[in-house]
T-cell receptor
Framework: ETGVTQTPRHLVMGMTNKKSLKCEQH?????MYWYKQSAKKPLELMFV???????ENNSVPSRFSPECPNSSHLFLHLHTLQPEDSALYLC??????????????FGPGTRLTVL | AQSVTQLDSQVPVFEEAPVELRCNYS??????LFWYVQYPNQGLQLLLK??????LVKGINGFEAEFNKSQTSFHLRKPSVHISDTAEYFC???????????FGTGTRLTIIP
């Protein structure tokens, strides 16, 4: 595997379900990101982790809970979601978020549908 | 604060014709600028970026963009498009001292055979 991978690629869940999205990067990067991509809206940065420590949380509702057990893996735990949370969730990684202009590399995304 | 405006949500172009996708940004300080492409059912891929130096930046797949500070623009161009260029294109800005990347709403490029 190369680059950034995400599983599952598609997920349908009810509002009372609990599920998790997984992201893995094979690039040796130190920073990882979760973005939400909704139709007709700009990408929204949700969370940023640097060296496994959360460094940014952009006022995301608590029904989204991130976890970064190591620099290669990032999870997004979902519970009691709302239909408006349906979107494409993108994971990205970069060498470092401090200093320099590091390119963010994106995974293919998880298409989430909340019924 | 920084922001990005992509004026065209959709651009249809005939195959082998030239194309320009427009991007304007706003920032009170100097910026770094990026263009990303998203092919159907895929994540975003970096096309090119402007950090400093020459204002004309060349990227992958024959695309190029020109940074115009006076007009606060970073338009993306390709002299001759191909069917495989059908995708959504996103402009993004990052201001000096701000680690956050702000994206535009995207432009869907459709190539007409």
């Amino acid at each position: 595997e190369t680059g950034v991978t995400q599983t599952p690629r598609h997920l349908v869940m009810g509002m009372t379900n609990k599920k998790s999205l997984k992201c893995e990067q094979h690039l040796g990067h130190n920073a990882m990101y979760w973005y939400k991509q909704s139709a007709k809206k700009p990408l929204e940065l949700m969370f940023v982790y640097s060296l496994e420590e959360r460094v940014e949380n952009n006022s995301v509702p608590s029904r989204f809970s991130p976890e970064c057990p190591n620099s290669s893996h990032l999870f997004l735990h979902l519970h009691t979601l709302q239909p408006e949370d349906s979107a494409l969730y993108l994971c990205a990684s970069s060498q470092d978020r401090t200093g320099g202009i590091d390119t963010q590399y994106f995974g293919p995304g998880t298409r989430l549908t909340v019924l | 604060a920084q922001s990005v405006t992509q004026l065209d949500s959709q651009v249809p172009v005939f195959e082998e014709a030239p194309v320009e996708l427009r991007c304007n940004y706003s920032s009170s300080v100097s910026v770094y600028l990026f263009w990303y492409v998203q092919y159907p059912n895929q994540g975003l891929q970096l096309l090119l970026k402007y950090l400093s130096g020459s204002t004309l930046v060349k990227g992958i797949n024959g695309f190029e963009a020109e940074f115009n500070k006076s007009q606060t623009s970073f338009h993306l161009r390709k002299p001759s498009v191909h069917i495989s260029d059908t995708a959504e294109y996103f402009c993004a800005v990052r201001s000096f001292g701000n680690e956050k990347l702000t994206f535009g709403t995207g432009t869907r490029l459709t190539i007409i055979p």
